[in-house]
């Protein structure tokens, strides 16, 4: 039996399915852990489906507080769905133990592994193709944002330390432009004096936070699209997944990343930086089914700032690409030459057309403000 095939059954043989297991096959796009899908056979029902996965040791050196993080974040998240009627069933995440009670299992060869229910009647869309489907995430993220309004965000561990830090990010990137260890600067000369003039900016979120104007809160920290459950009937959010990136950090963080993923129409690496403009439809659409699914819970500062989040993740975005391309390209895959440089361009395309259109941002922002 080969290697692989003799964890994955170390691992099924870990925990209590409830019922025999018939089969366990890979499942989904993720690149990160892999993930399998197990089918049960109980006795006096249909097949019963749960989540399978062995976490990634290069993205994620301490699966410990990793799954503290998780466990901590889905039981507040089921209790909270609980009084308000919902169905903690489909609308949390729900943490699978192995038999021997602990968060997670390791297996023989260090792997660590962890199981879901499979939240049944739902599906994960890869781009939305309408406004309204962007508009669903939307308010499943701001949903998010307000049932764990209360959740102690300093308890929870950074699983990616300093990972949306635009003060470190920019700090790396100026060491690689003083670096130039493969004389790459010179390729790319405009995008380096598109980051140094917008310095002053990667300190805007982080300054406020320190000035008490932005609260420590749960994000997800990875608001894309395909990260939301979608009922197959009714079209709306069901429940929030991947919370690996789930830490501590700023509401600005996930409302941005999630305007820099969804409100243009581009390729990530489209090479006519015509084709690469913000959806300012898109962005209204976004922000009041966010601040709808929110309920409230947000802060003046903060609604007033969204805008700053959008324009921030973007250009943080850029910068990782950017420093990726002068380092040799040794974090983001690729698949020709120069590709992340092609990617930086369109994010700051984007940071472009946001400063252009800022007044319109913040109109937008400035009719929710209580």
């Known amino acids: 039996m080969a290697q692989a095939e003799q964890t994955l059954q170390e691992a ?35 097949c019963r489906r749960f989540i399978l996965q062995r976490m990634s040791s290069a993205a994620f050196k301490r699966p410990d507080q990793l799954m503290e993080n998780i466990i901590g974040v889905t039981e507040f998240l089921g209790r909270e769905i609980e009084k308000h009627n919902g169905d903690r069933s489909r609308e949390a995440m ?49 949903r998010f944002q307000r049932l764990l309004a209360d959740y102690p965000a300093d308890t929870l561990y950074e699983t990616i330390p300093r990972f949306h830090d635009t003060e470190d990010r920019l700090a790396k990137f100026k060491a690689a432009v003083a670096a130039d260890k493969l004389g ?14 917008r310095e002053a900016d990667c300190s805007v979120a982080l300054n406020a936070m320190r000035e008490g104007r932005l609260p420590l809160r749960v ?7 395909n990260n939301v459950l979608m009922d197959d009937k009714t079209g709306e959010g069901m429940c929030i997944i991947d919370l690996d990136t789930v830490m501590p950090g700023l509401v600005l963080y996930d409302f941005g990343d999630s305007i820099r993923f969804g ?37 003046n500062d903060e609604i007033a ?10 250009l943080e975005c850029g910068i990782r690409f950017l420093t990726d391309y002068l380092e040799g390209d040794t974090y983001f895959h690729i698949s020709r030459e120069r590709q992340n440089l092609d990617r930086c361009r369109t994010q700051f395309k984007l940071v472009s057309d946001m400063e252009e259109r800022w007044p319109e941002l913040e109109a937008i922002v400035r009719g929710y403000i209580k």
Request: charged share 20%; net charge negative; glycine share 10%.
């Open 12 to 46: 099924l043989g870990a925990f209590d399915f409830g019922a025999p297991v018939v089969g366990a096959i890979r499942y989904g796009c993720g690149h990160i852990n892999d993930t399998f899908v197990v089918h049960t056979q109980p006795e006096d029902r249909c």
């Open 219 to 225: 994000t997800h920290n990875d608001t894309k699209l």
């Open 94 to 142: 729900e943490v699978v133990r192995p038999k021997s009670g602990q968060d997670y299992y390791t297996d023989s060869q260090g792997g660590a592994w962890r199981v879901y229910p499979f939240v049944e009647g739902t599906v994960c869309h890869q781009a939305a193709d309408t406004p309204e489907l962007f508009a669903a995430s939307g308010r499943a993220f701001g």
């Open 184 to 197: 790459r600067a010179k390729d790319c000369q405009p995008e380096i004096d598109f980051v140094l003039a």
């Open 305 to 314: 700032m969204l805008p700053w989040g959008a324009k921030l993740m973007t």
């Open 263 to 299: 409100a243009n129409h581009s390729a990530e690496d489209e090479t006519d930086l015509s084709k690469v403009n913000l959806d300012v439809e898109l962005f209204s659409a976004y922000t009041a089914a966010f601040l709808e699914g929110t309920g409230g819970s947000l802060t």
